[in-house]
């Protein structure tokens, strides 16, 4: 505590529990700053995963569905992870098979670009599928 005071900086415990405890003598602040300063920048450096969503109805025209395929593509490419669903509006439910077939039409078309991570699911009025990138 006297060297501390002396020096003018704090007497941290590093280890209480050792015996005997150890302590060390530096600024506080200082060191709470630094801490500071490398969480944020491991935190700068980790991924941020983004998903993209692209809807689709069970009667997706060809048209619509490549314009929509163009889209997830870009997404793909960007490194992206896309979220493709059909949702089933009413008595729309009952074409199931075919928003399933979409689906599927979808993930093959996209196969140079992602990987499926999740079969197609139904969930309620909607069914998912996830396609994550490839890496490169």
Same mark, same amino acid.
């Given at each position: &505590?006297? /060297?501390?005071? +002396? ?18 003598? &530096?600024?506080?602040? #200082? !060191? ?18 983004? /998903?993209?969503? /692209? ?11 490549? !314009? #929509?395929? #163009?889209?997830? +593509? ?14 089933? #509006? ?26 499926? +991570? ?10 998912? &599928? ?7």
């Amino acid at each position: &505590m006297r /060297i501390a005071n +002396e020096q003018e900086l704090d007497l941290v415990e590093i280890s209480p529990n050792a015996d005997p405890p150890v302590c060390k003598v &530096m600024d506080y602040k #200082k !060191f709470l700053y630094e801490q500071k300063k490398r969480d944020k920048a491991l935190k700068a450096k980790a991924t941020k995963v983004t /998903i993209k969503e /692209i809807r689709f109805g069970p009667q997706t025209d060809d048209h619509d569905y490549e !314009f #929509k395929k #163009k889209h997830a +593509e870009k997404f793909l490419k960007e490194g992206a992870k896309l979220k493709a669903f059909v949702f089933f #509006k009413g008595r729309s439910i009952i074409f199931k098979e075919q928003g399933q077939i979409l689906l599927l039409r979808l993930a093959q078309d996209l196969e140079e670009y992602g990987k499926v +991570e999740q079969m197609p699911r139904l969930e309620g009025k909607r069914m998912t &599928m996830f396609i994550a990138p490839i890496k490169k």
